[in-house]
C-alpha cells in the first residue's frame, strides 16, 4: 500500500513522531513547527498503516473548530470520512459520555448545559436569595471561586473552612448552587468534566470499557489543560493506551482560568514519554520569528527551544504609535485597505488586542469604509439576549424543570409578572422541592398568587404547553421556527428598542431558524442516542463558552488574542500594545502572570505569516475618562534592528496631561504638502488650536478645501 503522501511533506523530526512505533509521545515545540499538522498526520497514520479502528481513537483539541477541522483533515488524507473517531473539546467528549452515562452519574437524561454568563446568573441569584451583600461577595468573583475549586476537582464538602469564616460563606452558596443545578438539571462547564472525571474514578467497570476502547489518545495544546483534565487523560489511559501529547510551555495562556503548564512535566513523571522537538518553523518569517523568540527570551524558567526558519528574512515588524486609540484604529484600517488594494483577501488580515472592548473602534472604521468584518471572542451568536430567549423557550419544550430557562423567558416578553412573582414562586419550589414550572402550576391552583399574575403565569404555562403539543412531531426548524413565532419575542423587542436593534435581533432570530434548519447531528451523538433537539441545544451552550474564531468568510478578522490561539494569518495587529493594558495592569505586579502575558505576546506574534504591525496609542478613553499611557514593555523587548518605525509626517508629541499636540510639531506648517488616505494630495493652508482642538485646513488637489482635526487626519506629509 502507498502511503508516502502521509509523510510526504514532513521533516525528519516530524515524521519521526507520526510514524512512532512504541510507548507515549510527546511532542514539544514552539509555534508554527508544525505539532497540529504531526497529530493530524498521525491520526492518519495510524488507521491507514496501523488500520486501528477510527473507533478505538480520541483526539482532543482546544475548541469545536479546531475539531472540525482535524475531523476534515483526516478525512482528506485517509479519503474517507473517519466515522467513528472521536475528536473533540475536552467539554464536548465529557458532555458526550455524561449523556450515555446520564443516570449512572445521577443527571437526569434531559440535563442541560449552563454557559458562563448563565452560571453568573444564577450565581447572583443564589447570592441574593442568601440575602448576602453582593459587595463582599461579588458574584464574578464567587462564580471563579466555584469553578477554580471544581477544576481541581473539590466539591464544597472538601474545601476547609472554618465556621462562620468568609470562606465558609463562599462555600456555602458553592453548595446552594450545586443544589440548584442538581434540582433543575443543569451541568456548568466545569461540572461536565468533574462529574465525568467521578464516574471513571468511581466505577472500575466503565473505566475498564473506555480503557478498552481508547487505545490511542491524542491531545493538542496539552499546555493548557488543567487538573481535572489531566486526571481525565491519566484513567483513560490506564495502564496499556498509549498517549501522543503535542504543546508548547511557550504558548501557555490560561493560567489564569486554571491550565497548569506543570502538567507538560507531570506527564513526563508519569508516562516517561518519548520527547520529540521540532524546531523548523513553516508559519513565519525569519524577522517575525526570531522578534518572537526574543521576547519569549525574558521569560525564565522555560523548558527553552530553538525555533528556526527556512523562510525569507521578509519585512521589518512595523511600529506605530497613534497619538489616541482612534487614530489607532484608522491606522490600522488604512492599512488593511492597502493590502485589499493590492490585491490581498480580507480574511488575510487580523485584528488582534488583550480585550474585547477594543474592537469598537476597529468595528466603527470598518463599517464606515464599508470592509466586511468579523468579531470573535465578544458576543458571539449563541450568546445574544434574543438568541439565548428563544433558546430558553426550547429548553423549556424540551424540559419544562429547567428553571433557568424558566426564570430568563417567565416575563420575556414581558407579560406582568413581576420580581415578587417570581420570588414567591421560587420560594415555593424551595419549600417543596419542585420545579419553578410545578411550583407556577401548584401556587395557581392554590390560589397563592394574585389574580393578574396568576392569570398572567397561566398564559405562560399554556404557551409553553402549547408549544411541546405542536412540535411534537416537527422538525427541528420547525420547532425553532413556531419558537420565534409565538413566543412574539420579535415584536417586544421591536416594542422597547431603536429600530435598527431590534431589526439585527430580528434578522439573528432568523438565522436561528436557518442554524437550525442546517443543522446535521453529529455522529456520535446519534450514537449515543441523543435526540436532535438535545444534541443543538448542547453544541449551542458549548459553542457559546467558546472563544475561538471561524475562518469560512472572507472578512476581517478581530479577535482577542487568547482566540487567536492556533491560527495563522497572513497580515496580523497587535493594537494596543500599552502598559496598563497589554500587559494588563493586573499581571504587571505579578511576576507569574507577567511572564503569561509575554507568552500571549508570543502567541500573538506568532500568528503572523508574512507581514506584522505593532502599534499603541498614547492615549485612550476608557469610562469616559482619557487614559496616558506608555508603550509596552513587550516593544522595548523587540531589537530595533527587526522595526520600522511608522512615523506619519504628523506625529503627536507624547501627551502630557491636558496638553496635547501643537499643529506647529512635526513639521505640518502652513504650505507643508501632505496627503491623506481619501483626499489625496494637499497643501496645509492653516492651523489653529491646541491638544485635542487642534484643526488643520488642507487645500487638496482635488478634493478641495478641507478643515480636519488634526487628531484624527492622520496626514502624511509628502517628502
Ligand atoms: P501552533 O503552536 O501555533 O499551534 P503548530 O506547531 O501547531 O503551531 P501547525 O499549525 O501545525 O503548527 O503548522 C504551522 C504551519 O506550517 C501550517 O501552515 C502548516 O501547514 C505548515 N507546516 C508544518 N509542517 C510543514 C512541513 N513539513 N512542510 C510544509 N509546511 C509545513
Ligand atoms: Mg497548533
Not at 477541522?69 to 472521536?86: A, F, H, I, K, Q
Not at 484608522?330 to 485589499?340: K, M, P, S, Y
Amino acid at each position: 500500500m502507498d502511503v508516502s503522501h502521509l509523510l510526504d511533506d514532513l521533516n525528519d523530526a516530524q515524521r519521526q513522531a507520526v510514524t512512532a512505533e512504541d510507548g507515549h509521545l510527546l511532542v514539544l515545540a514552539g509555534a508554527g513547527s508544525g505539532k497540529t499538522r504531526v497529530l493530524v498526520h498521525r491520526i492518519a497514520w495510524l488507521i491507514q498503516v496501523h488500520h486501528v479502528s477510527p473507533m478505538s481513537l480520541l483526539a482532543v483539541t482546544f475548541t469545536n473548530k479546531a475539531a472540525g477541522e482535524m475531523r476534515g483533515r483526516v478525512g482528506r488524507l485517509l479519503n474517507l470520512r473517519p466515522d467513528g473517531l472521536w475528536i473533540g473539546t475536552f467539554h464536548g467528549i465529557c458532555h458526550r459520555l455524561l449523556r450515555m452515562h446520564a443516570a449512572e452519574v445521577g443527571l437526569p437524561d434531559t440535563f442541560q448545559i449552563l454557559d458562563s454568563e448563565d452560571q453568573y446568573r444564577l450565581v447572583r441569584r443564589v447570592i441574593r436569595d442568601m440575602e448576602l451583600d453582593e459587595g463582599e461577595h461579588p458574584p464574578r468573583q464567587v462564580q471563579g471561586f466555584i469553578n477554580s475549586h471544581k477544576e481541581e476537582g473539590r466539591r464544597p464538602k472538601q474545601i476547609e473552612h472554618f465556621d462562620r469564616s468568609f470562606q465558609a460563606r463562599q462555600v456555602e452558596i458553592y453548595q446552594r448552587y450545586q443544589d440548584y443545578c442538581e434540582r433543575s438539571g443543569l451541568v456548568d462547564f466545569a461540572e461536565l468534566l468533574l462529574r465525568t472525571v467521578e464516574l471513571l474514578r468511581d466505577r472500575p467497570d466503565r473505566r475498564a470499557h473506555y480503557q478498552d476502547r481508547f487505545g490511542h489518545i491524542l491531545i493538542d495544546e496539552f499546555q493548557d489543560t488543567n487538573t481535572l483534565q489531566y486526571a481525565l487523560v491519566r484513567l483513560l489511559a490506564g495502564e496499556k493506551n498509549r498517549l501522543f501529547v503535542v504543546g508548547d510551555d511557550d504558548q501557555s495562556i490560561y493560567g489564569w482560568r486554571g491550565a497548569r503548564v506543570e502538567n507538560v512535566a507531570h506527564f513526563n513523571r508519569d508516562f516517561q514519554p518519548e520527547i520529540i522537538r521540532l524546531e523548523q518553523n513553516y508559519r513565519s518569517t525569519r524577522t517575525i520569528l526570531e522578534a518572537a523568540n526574543r521576547v519569549i527570551d525574558h521569560n525564565d524558567d522555560r523548558m527553552g527551544k530553538n525555533l528556526w526558519t527556512e523562510g525569507e528574512q521578509g519585512e521589518p515588524i512595523r511600529l506605530f504609535g497613534a497619538y489616541n486609540a482612534e487614530e489607532e484604529a484608522e491606522f490600522v484600517i488604512a492599512r488593511i485597505q492597502d493590502w485589499i488594494n493590492q490585491g490581498g483577501r480580507p480574511s488575510d488580515a487580523a485584528v488582534l488586542y488583550r480585550s474585547n472592548a477594543q474592537s469598537r473602534l476597529f468595528e466603527q472604521v470598518l463599517l464606515r469604509e464599508d470592509i466586511p468584518y468579523r468579531v470573535y471572542g465578544g458576543l458571539r451568536f449563541f450568546e445574544r439576549a434574543e438568541i439565548k430567549d428563544a433558546m430558553a423557550y426550547l429548553r423549556l419544550i424540551h424540559n419544562p424543570h429547567d428553571d433557568t430557562a424558566f426564570e430568563r423567558v417567565i416575563n420575556v416578553p414581558a407579560r406582568g409578572i413581576g420580581e415578587q412573582t417570581v420570588a414567591r414562586i421560587r420560594e415555593h419550589a424551595r419549600a417543596h422541592g419542585q420545579s419553578l414550572g410545578q411550583a407556577t402550576t401548584e401556587l395557581i391552583a392554590q390560589g397563592g398568587l394574585p389574580p393578574r399574575a396568576a392569570r398572567s403565569a397561566a398564559v405562560f404555562l399554556q404557551l409553553i404547553e402549547q408549544l411541546v403539543k405542536a412540535t411534537e412531531s416537527a422538525s427541528l426548524a420547525e420547532t425553532v421556527s413556531a419558537v420565534v413565532r409565538q413566543s412574539e419575542l420579535v415584536a417586544w423587542y421591536q416594542g422597547r428598542e431603536p429600530a435598527d436593534r431590534a431589526e439585527a435581533r430580528e434578522e439573528n432570530l432568523a438565522e436561528l431558524v436557518r442554524a437550525a434548519d442546517s443543522f446535521h447531528q453529529p455522529f456520535e451523538d446519534e450514537q449515543a442516542g441523543l435526540s436532535v433537539m438535545a444534541s443543538f441545544l448542547s453544541q449551542a451552550a458549548l459553542e457559546a463558552g467558546e472563544h475561538q474564531a471561524e475562518r469560512w468568510e472572507d472578512c476581517v478578522q478581530l479577535m482577542t488574542l487568547h482566540s487567536a490561539k492556533g491560527l495563522e494569518f497572513p497580515l496580523v495587529f497587535l493594537a494596543g500594545m500599552e502598559e496598563g493594558l497589554f500587559p494588563h495592569q493586573k499581571s504587571i505586579e505579578e511576576p507569574g502572570r507577567l511572564a503569561e502575558e509575554r507568552r500571549l505576546c508570543y502567541v500573538g506574534m506568532t500568528r503572523a505569516m508574512q507581514r506584522l504591525y505593532v502599534t499603541h496609542a498614547e492615549s485612550r478613553q476608557t469610562y469616559g475618562q482619557t487614559n496616558f499611557s506608555r508603550p509596552s514593555r513587550f516593544i522595548a523587548e523587540i531589537p530595533d534592528s527587526l522595526v520600522e518605525s511608522i512615523r506619519p509626517g504628523f506625529r503627536a508629541s507624547p501627551a502630557t496631561a491636558g496638553g496635547g499636540p501643537r499643529p506647529e510639531s512635526g513639521g505640518l506648517r502652513l504650505g507643508a504638502p501632505v496627503r491623506h488616505a481619501k483626499f489625496g494630495f494637499g497643501t496645509v493652508v492653516s492651523l489653529e488650536g491646541q491638544g485635542p482642538n487642534a484643526r488643520i485646513q488642507v487645500n487638496f488637489e482635488s478634493a478641495g478645501s478641507k478643515w480636519l482635526v488634526l487628531a484624527y487626519a492622520n496626514l502624511e506629509l509628502v517628502a
